[in-house]
């Protein structure tokens, strides 16, 4: 759907939730232009938001692969994240029994033991580490890689990369309206009115 499409159903509950406009009218600029402009304004940080926010199980995923760059050193991978990668949902190196969807990041208590091979994670027990935080400096690190040569292009995952508003498949569209209707209306100082549509926003995500 394009984003004229979705800023027009946003347009839609807002209508539904303020009868008359009431509040919305700001002299000298008309209802429609005005929420049109916020709505416009939101749309990118509520598509963000969403695939942040949401169920990976109800989101696009894709696939997480190894690429140049990567070390492989003391049976620990050490693997860049693609550019358009915003939160990986899950990695399982071949030699793994179980995939990982849980990571732990430099200020978790788990990551001190991650230095010492007798406490780290194991093929049995693996562990992923969300090391990047910065825009050019993403990856994450693997324990343990014991017994497995990486090799370009292998797939070791999944994960969500950062989409533009016409890509948001059908079954999101519902609740990245309501996402943003709770943040124009947030905006305009409706606090109860957004709160409801923070609610309703969530409530849609269970019915994905």
């Known amino acids: 759907m394009?984003?004229?499409?979705?800023?027009?159903?946003v347009k839609t509950k807002l209508d539904e939730l303020t009868p008359f406009n009431e509040g919305l009218v700001v002299t000298d600029i008309s209802y429609t232009d005005l929420t049109y402009q916020y709505i416009a304004n939101v749309l990118d940080e509520s598509v963000y938001d969403l695939l942040m926010i949401s169920p990976v199980g109800i989101l696009p995923l894709t696939d997480l692969i190894i690429i140049p760059g990567f070390t492989n050193i003391d049976n620990v991978l050490h693997e860049f994240l693609p550019d358009d990668c915003i939160?990986?949902?899950?990695v399982k190196l071949p030699v793994w029994n179980r995939e990982v969807t849980k990571f732990i990041t430099p200020e978790s208590v788990n990551y001190s033991l991650q230095s010492n091979k007798w406490t780290r994670g194991s093929v049995s027990r693996p562990q992923v580490v969300l090391a990047g935080t910065s825009l050019v400096d993403k990856y994450i690190d693997c324990y343990s890689s014991d017994?497995?040569?990486?090799?370009?292009?292998?797939?070791?995952?999944k994960y969500v990369k950062i989409l533009s508003a016409d890509l948001i498949p059908a079954n999101l569209i519902d609740p990245l309206t309501w996402l943003m209707a709770s943040k124009?209306?947030?905006?305009f100082e409706k606090e109860k009115?957004?709160?409801?549509?923070?609610?309703?926003?969530?409530?849609?995500?269970?019915l994905r």
């Open 87 to 90: 939160r990986v949902a899950s």
């Open 184 to 187: 124009v209306l947030l905006i």
């Open 147 to 157: 017994g497995y040569t990486p090799a370009l292009n292998d797939k070791i995952g």
């Open 2 to 9: 394009d984003a004229g499409s979705i800023i027009n159903k």
């Open 193 to 206: 009115l957004s709160e409801f549509a923070n609610k309703e926003f969530q409530k849609s995500l269970m």
